[in-house]
């Protein structure tokens, strides 16, 4: 075993994800800590994300067929493939769609210790990786031993900044291993336009679970209406086909950076606030004075949604003189 | 098809959260848990699934104090078999509870294994490619439709923005359901109680061996906030930010 850090990058449609940037930022000062190097894995992709690896100490591409679009199986056996050849300490994955079909597969199958849902990960001896978990409620770090392991990593964890590097080094090619083939990609479905795109809207106001009933989003609505914004949501209702999918801000969502973002009734889980916290301005309203919210928001206000949705409406229309 | 749909009960991320004297874990006291929620969109796809192509549905789940209401609730809304695990002691990850399930799995006829994408206390990974990974099948996690097929399954896979992916996988599987076809279904209290009355819970004493993780918690704590919020009092005080901001007159 190396005392070596292996990044997964991951592309989607010719571009790296920002996580990428996030881990080998992460990366290179873990491997820092334990007196190793950071590589990066690119499985399929092409020469011009190899060339934003600048940061990276090391590449090491798989490339072929069967990995020109992602594939559970095919790029899980292509990582297991580098992992075993290069014998890194620690193996950094997005906890990412996909990510999640990478990294526990890789985790039992090569018997290393596994945090997932990472936001902080320390290197010594022994490796201590600290989770968010209970929908962003609590930190729990885990000492994950002073073998191999895995660490799959929140998206937002730390600054891409800190990853990003111009002109990567030249990678080092690996054949992809051959598979069974049980998993095929079939293509990509785009999604269908909305009748509103909330990612170009300066105010957005987002409820959450706390509004109860697929009517009562007309509360915020009007709301919306007053503040010359639209209404956007987070997973919950739009799982519940309350609003439609182009309306959901988060992880599987859009990400928006509003002038204005007011939270109504969301608690905040770490795969609503990656599609949010962008916002210039972040306000939460919320009855429970612990929602993770008030973490990130400018400001809060521990108040009863419906009650604040209504007067602030009525005042905003009073003095647009309605 | 015969689909086996994993089950599991987490803490309401509703209610307050303490963590307990140990500062590793939660204060167990006043907990209170609940089906995993996309646990729940697992059975609806499942129920979904069997309804348009026939099949048999087995939901599964550990002994403890509440589960046989979630049992029967899924038996209600029309699950045809339901086994709770009992002996299994305290679980605490999910490569521990994974090798509990395989056990169990691997005694029952099986096509296709749902579960949820993920649960609130997921720490060591998630279910669904543990699962797979233990019992050598393919897996996809965050799994919004399933189709039926010959000996196979088609299905979308969700991205960021809303990109689907479309894969074709043969069968057997695992797959972790982010969101069902439709909105889980409601069964009537009326209803639980008949299914009650009428159908008995399996019971299998877990024979896995499984073992807690050697990989502990060090310590467990509400995440630090920063600064956090500026706290208002109320709404006027949200209007002045408004119109500071530029966003009202």
């Known amino acids: ?283 939460a309203v919320n009855t429970d004075k612990h929602a993770p919210i008030f973490g990130v928001a400018h400001y809060g206000l521990v108040e009863d949604l419906f009650d604040v949705c209504e007067e602030l409406t009525e005042q905003i229309e009073e003095r647009q003189g309605c | 098809m015969n689909i086996i749909v994993l089950m599991k009960r987490v803490p309401d991320l509703v209610e307050d959260l303490e963590v307990d004297d140990t500062g590793k874990a939660l204060d167990s006291e006043y907990l209170k848990l609940t089906l995993s929620e996309f646990d729940d969109h697992a059975l609806e796809e499942a129920l979904l699934l069997k309804e348009s192509g026939g099949g048999k549905v087995t939901v599964v789940a550990l002994d403890d104090e509440g589960v046989d209401k979630m049992l029967f609730t899924a038996l209600a809304k029309g699950a045809d078999q339901a086994v709770k695990i009992s002996g299994a002691g305290n679980i605490d990850g999910n490569l521990q509870l994974a090798r509990i399930f395989t056990q169990v799995i691997g005694q029952q006829p099986h096509d296709l294994i749902l579960t949820g994408v993920q649960a609130a206390d997921d720490r060591d990974g998630q279910l669904a490619p543990t699962v797979a990974a233990l019992l050598d099948v393919p897996c996809i996690e965050v799994v919004t439709g399933v189709t039926p097929g010959e000996g196979q399954v088609t299905l979308h896979k969700e991205y960021a923005g809303g990109v689907l992916a479309e894969f074709e996988v043969d069968l057997p599987a695992v797959l972790g359901i982010q969101a069902a076809r439709q909105t889980p279904r409601y069964a009537p209290v009326s209803k639980v109680r008949q299914v009650q009355d009428s159908t008995t819970i399996e019971r299998v004493a877990d024979a896995s061996g499984s073992v807690s993780s050697e990989f502990e918690v060090v310590v467990m704590t509400p995440p630090e906030t920063g600064e956090g919020a500026q706290m208002l009092t109320g709404v006027d005080e949200l209007l002045e930010i408004l119109e500071t901001k530029g966003v009202i007159g």
């Not at chain 1, 679009?69 to 906890?95: Q, T």
């Open chain 1, 1 to 283: 075993m190396s005392q070596d850090v292996l990044v997964v990058a991951e592309h989607l449609q010719g571009n790296l994800n920002d996580t990428t940037f996030e881990m080998l930022g992460m990366g290179k000062a873990l491997a820092g800590q334990l007196g190793g190097s950071c590589s990066v894995v690119l499985i399929g992709g092409d020469d011009a994300m190899a060339g934003q690896l600048g940061a990276a100490d090391s590449v090491v591409r798989v490339d072929g067929e069967s990995l020109a679009d992602f594939n559970p199986e095919s790029h899980a056996a292509a990582l297991e493939a580098v992992v075993g050849a290069k014998s890194p300490r620690v193996v950094m994955i997005g906890y990412t769609s996909m990510g999640m079909d990478l990294a526990s597969r890789l985790a039992v199958r090569a018997g290393m210790a596994h945090a997932a849902s990472c936001i902080a990960v320390a290197g010594g001896e022994r490796i201590r990786a600290t989770s968010q978990i209970y929908g962003g409620k609590m930190n729990v770090t885990t000492d994950l031993g002073s073998g191999q392991c895995v660490v799959s990593v929140l998206a937002g964890a730390s600054p891409a900044d800190a990853g990003r590097g111009e002109g990567g080094p030249a990678p080092e090619s690996m054949a992809p291993p051959a598979v069974a083939g049980r998993i095929r990609f079939k293509g990509l479905i785009e999604p269908e336009a909305g009748d509103v795109d909330i990612t170009t809207h300066e105010v957005l106001v987002a409820v959450g679970r706390g509004i109860g009933s697929k009517d009562d989003i007309e509360v915020a609505e009007e709301l919306a209406e007053a503040l010359g914004g639209a209404v956007a949501a987070s997973r919950p209702l739009i799982d519940a086909g309350w609003l439609p999918k182009t309306r959901q801000v988060g992880k599987s969502g859009l990400k928006v950076s509003p002038k204005v973002y007011l939270a109504l009734g969301i608690s905040g889980a770490p795969e609503h606030l990656e599609g949010m916290k962008g916002a210039s301005t972040i306000i």
